[in-house]
């Protein structure tokens, strides 16, 4: 994942100084570009140590059209959670008591997530993060966009149309409200010499903590889509807009600098699922991943 690395020192070089929504400041580019040969291995980060589980179940949940935190926090997956989280505390009054990231927050939001687990209802009002990405994906404006994708695969396989956007300009005021507006905003699909290949276009990108999920996330899902439309692997392309470091990640950039590289893993992925729908978590296996500890570091929210 020498690719990443690289990312990592240009923005630390070449970086401008930035305010943003969060408060919390930024180093950041504008305009960045890496591509992975999917044949070469799964890109799964070898420096730090990724929660591939959340990888998986996020995707699933975005294929699956779930806006609703519920199925995440049921399967142990909390890397959506501040948002609603917030949210709820901006509605009930609470936030102003309850400041960012103190001991008090954190608590707070250790009953949040129960409630959310374990009380439907609650989860049904609190949980919801508005016409996020699966939303998107499978309803824009009435229109399935992977299904349509899948179908337009098999049949125009040399199509310039397999794209899907979760940018819906109409439903983003929404969305802002307790969730994220989608930061992974587009993406397309090409078929070339029986091989698949997406590319994704992403307007922000919180290098350290989100960047190393989207590279996995899409390529998972570039291997899924070819997987069931008979294909063999291709690249996967990451294009991003405002690339970032958040100010209070430096350190953990540094230490993350400092390690060595190993192999990267394998993932098999079920051959007998023909679905793209069909998938289930037990229908991936990561194999020979062998990482350095993970490196933790506070969400920006």
């Given at each position: 994942?020498?690719?990443?690395h690289?990312?990592?020192?240009?923005?630390?070089?070449?970086?401008?100084?930035?305010?943003?929504?969060?408060?919390?400041?930024?180093?950041?580019?504008?305009?960045?570009?890496?591509?992975?040969?999917?044949?070469?291995?799964?890109?799964?980060?070898t420096?730090k140590?990724?929660?591939?589980?959340?990888?998986?179940?996020?995707?699933?949940?975005?294929?699956?059209?779930?806006?609703?935190?519920?199925?995440?926090?049921?399967?142990?997956?909390?890397?959506?959670?501040?948002?609603?989280y917030?949210?709820?505390?901006?509605?009930?009054?609470?936030?102003?008591?309850?400041?960012?990231?103190?001991?008090?927050?954190k608590?707070?939001?250790?009953?949040?997530?129960?409630?959310?687990?374990?009380?439907?209802?609650?989860?049904a009002?609190?949980?919801?993060?508005?016409p996020?990405?699966?939303?998107?994906?499978?309803?824009?404006?009435?229109?399935?966009?992977?299904?349509?994708?899948?179908?337009?695969?098999?049949?125009?396989?040399?199509?310039?149309?397999?794209?899907?956007?979760?940018?819906?300009p109409?439903?983003?005021?929404?969305?802002?409200?307790?969730?994220?507006?989608p930061?992974?905003?587009?993406?397309?699909?090409?078929?070339?010499?029986?091989?698949?290949?997406?590319?994704?276009?992403?307007?922000?990108?919180?290098?350290?903590?989100?960047?190393?999920?989207?590279?996995?996330?899409?390529?998972?899902?570039?291997?899924?889509?070819?997987?069931?439309?008979?294909?063999?692997?291709?690249?996967?392309?990451?294009?991003?807009?405002?690339?970032?470091?958040?100010?209070?990640?430096?350190?953990?950039?540094?230490?993350?600098?400092?390690?060595?590289?190993?192999?990267?893993?394998q993932?098999?992925?079920?051959?007998?699922?023909?679905?793209?729908f069909?998938?289930?978590?037990?229908?991936?296996?990561?194999?020979?991943?062998?990482?350095?500890?993970?490196?933790?570091?506070?969400?920006?929210?």
């Amino acid at each position: 994942m020498q690719q990443y690395h690289d990312l990592l020192q240009h923005v630390l070089k070449h970086g401008n100084r930035k305010s943003d929504r969060t408060g919390t400041g930024t180093i950041s580019v504008f305009g960045y570009q890496m591509r992975f040969n999917l044949e070469e291995g799964f890109p799964l980060l070898t420096t730090k140590k990724i929660h591939l589980k959340s990888i998986i179940h996020e995707l699933l949940w975005f294929l699956n059209g779930d806006t609703n935190i519920r199925y995440l926090v049921q399967n142990g997956v909390n890397i959506w959670n501040e948002w609603p989280y917030q949210n709820y505390l901006n509605e009930t009054g609470q936030a102003e008591n309850l400041p960012k990231h103190t001991v008090g927050w954190k608590e707070e939001m250790k009953s949040f997530i129960v409630k959310i687990k374990e009380e439907p209802a609650f989860a049904a009002k609190w949980g919801e993060l508005g016409p996020v990405y699966g939303k998107q994906w499978r309803d824009f404006e009435g229109v399935d966009q992977i299904s349509q994708l899948i179908d337009d695969i098999q049949q125009k396989p040399d199509s310039r149309r397999l794209i899907v956007s979760a940018w819906n300009p109409k439903e983003i005021p929404v969305m802002a409200k307790s969730g994220l507006p989608p930061c992974h905003t587009l993406f397309q699909f090409y078929v070339a010499n029986g091989q698949l290949s997406c590319q994704l276009y992403q307007r922000s990108a919180d290098i350290f903590l989100g960047v190393p999920f989207n590279i996995a996330s899409y390529a998972l899902l570039t291997m899924m889509v070819a997987r069931v439309c008979g294909l063999q692997y291709g690249d996967f392309i990451h294009t991003m807009g405002d690339a970032h470091i958040y100010s209070n990640h430096m350190d953990q950039v540094q230490e993350q600098l400092s390690r060595d590289f190993r192999p990267l893993p394998q993932m098999k992925i079920n051959p007998e699922v023909k679905d793209i729908f069909g998938f289930t978590y037990d229908d991936f296996e990561l194999t020979n991943y062998d990482p350095h500890p993970p490196i933790k570091a506070p969400v920006a929210v």
